[in-house]
């Protein structure tokens, strides 16, 4: 039943969009992001490899296992996933894929990312966000960050985006939005609205499948995308 893909072979690395959360070690010197499904399992940093999120010795992503990072192709799709309650205080991310991939209709199943950018929407008082601070919420050793205005942060701890990019290192840019995706405009409410509305019926599999973790993990086998292609960049070393 399951056809040989199609291999490609790309000359410059695709890129796509996932969110997450922001997060800062517990000794406040580094920082990152962590998956938003639960059984987020491990923060990653802005350059990062996966590895099977099951224990399985095999290579990520593994053609029949859900292992690796995932990113979807549309950035719309992702400003979708942040209308979720659960995810209004995560993140947008611009990533390339760097290394072998899985492609799919959504997006892409990869062994290797770098995050280019990450878009901060606002504060939770609306107003725009000029740090991130503690979320009330983290990981072991791993405190989880939201957007914070200059006058919400207060006593809690934070850190400026500037000094989040920069702890994260390996020229991350930070950017303020206005409201990753549901607050920004009509015509992105009404496309946000399109994908939730488009998710609707898949159950709990569905942003989990779309957006998921740092190192795969979605849990729960519910719907699978059909895969598209398999492939590799043309000069995978020399674009890490
Ligand atoms: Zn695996
Ligand atoms: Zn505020």
Excluded: N
């Amino acid at each position: 039943m399951r056809l040989r893909l199609p291999e490609e072979r790309p000359a410059e690395p695709p890129t796509g969009y996932k969110i997450a959360h922001p997060v800062l070690s517990q000794d406040g010197t580094r920082a990152g992001f962590t998956g938003v499904s639960l059984g987020g399992a491990l923060p990653y940093g802005v350059l990062a490899d996966a590895s099977c999120v099951y224990g399985l010795r095999h290579r990520a992503p593994h053609r029949r296992c859900d292992c690796g990072f995932h990113c979807v192709h549309d950035r719309a799709t992702a400003e979708g996933l942040l209308c979720t309650g659960e995810h209004r205080s995560a993140v947008l991310l611009d990533v390339t894929v760097l290394g072998a991939y899985i492609r799919f209709e959504l997006g892409f199943r990869y062994a290797r990312q770098r995050v280019r950018v990450a878009t901060v929407g606002p504060c939770a008082c609306g107003a725009v966000a000029v740090a991130f601070a503690d979320a009330g919420w983290g990981r072991p050793g791993w405190l989880g960050l939201a957007a914070a205005c200059a006058g919400c942060v207060r006593g809690r701890t934070s850190v400026s985006l500037a000094g989040f990019a920069r702890l994260a290192g390996d020229g991350l840019r930070v950017v303020a939005g206005s409201g990753g995706g549901c607050r920004r405009s009509t015509r992105l409410r009404r496309r946000a609205r399109g994908a939730r509305t488009r998710r609707r019926g898949r159950a709990v599999a569905g942003p989990a499948r779309l957006v998921p973790e740092p190192v795969g993990g979605t849990g729960g086998r519910g719907v699978r995308q059909r895969a598209q292609g398999v492939g590799e960049l043309a000069s995978a070393s020399s674009r890490a």
